[in-house]
């Protein structure tokens, strides 16, 4: 299929796409990699009048860290992060996340924070965003904005963007030499949609125990969630079988499942208790 007709705008600076975005609203849609606002507009489920295509907006090209960040730009692509980009544990989780991503053609041509604006349930960089509560930097005619991650996701392909913005940046923090982690993700398919994904990551001190942890669960609600009973529970103890398996049946209490053809509530639930379970015992692999 083929989609509706619009009107095609390739701006080259921010300055001129944030006067693109304020002229147009509603009408507009952002075109980064493409690769889920085409298809969209293919099945006739997306119908924007105005196409904004960002590729030449140079301003948006980056990689760099920054004050304890990796500071990710809005044309930097999936493929970036097939290897370690930083040396720092997070560059290896970046490294391990992307593998799971859809397929390499996806991957050459996608977005970080193109992913992160489509907002997707079972979307990898979302999840890791929230399980990092990264920072997304916005901006629009009115000025630029910095929105946490956790705060970001308001539902299925709902974020905190207004029609006249755009993510500029996403501002990762740095994990450190004392950090490990484990993620866990299962699809039908390879390349498919999650059905459920879940990131832990722990921070080990000199006695081998936790500092402190993050569990992020994507996949099995309408956006990924962290769930902080689960950290505390983890907080200054040992590792264990034991409280890895307690951790997980709190995981698993504290979710709300949806439902579709994929699997019932109950489905995503046992699997948010199982990948749980694995995503910490993987923490101590490393």
């Not at 099945?43 to 760099?64: G, W």
């Not at 490294?95 to 992913?115: D, E, K, M, N």
């Not at 990551?201 to 006695?207: C, P």
Request: charged share 20%; with cysteine.
């Amino acid at each position: 299929m083929k989609p509706p007709p619009f009107e095609y705008h390739k701006p080259t600076t921010i300055s001129k796409l944030l006067e693109l975005l304020e002229a147009h609203s509603h009408d507009a849609r952002i075109l980064a990699g493409g690769q889920s606002l085409m298809p969209s507009m293919n099945f006739r489920l997306s119908r924007p009048e105005h196409v904004i295509d960002i590729n030449l907006i140079e301003e948006l090209n980056q990689l760099n860290v920054r004050n304890n960040k990796l500071v990710v730009g809005a044309l930097t692509r999936h493929a970036t992060f097939e290897s370690p980009v930083i040396d720092d544990p997070l560059g290896s989780l970046l490294a391990t996340v992307c593998q799971h991503l859809a397929h390499w053609p996806i991957r050459v041509r996608g977005t970080f924070a193109g992913s992160l604006a489509h907002a997707d349930p079972a979307a990898e960089w979302c999840l890791l965003a929230v399980a990092l509560d990264a920072d997304i930097i916005i901006r629009s005619s009115q000025g630029e904005r910095a929105v946490k991650a956790s705060e970001f996701f308001k539902g299925g392909f709902q974020t905190a963007l207004t029609p006249n913005e755009v993510i500029v940046e996403v501002h990762l923090p740095l994990l450190g030499e004392n950090a490990r982690y484990g993620f866990m993700e299962i699809s039908r398919r390879t390349g498919d949609f999650a059905l459920a994904m879940v990131l832990s990551i722990m921070w080990l001190d000199s006695q081998h125990q936790i500092e402190r942890a993050s569990v992020a669960v994507g996949g099995v609600q309408s956006y990924p969630i962290r769930v902080f009973a689960a950290e505390e529970n983890l907080a200054n103890a040992a590792p264990s079988k034991d409280l890895f398996e307690v951790t997980s049946e709190i995981v698993a209490q504290s979710v709300n499942p949806m439902e579709d053809i994929h699997g019932d509530s109950e489905f995503r639930r046992d699997l948010a208790r199982t990948l749980t379970f694995r995503s910490l015992e993987r923490t101590l692999d490393q």
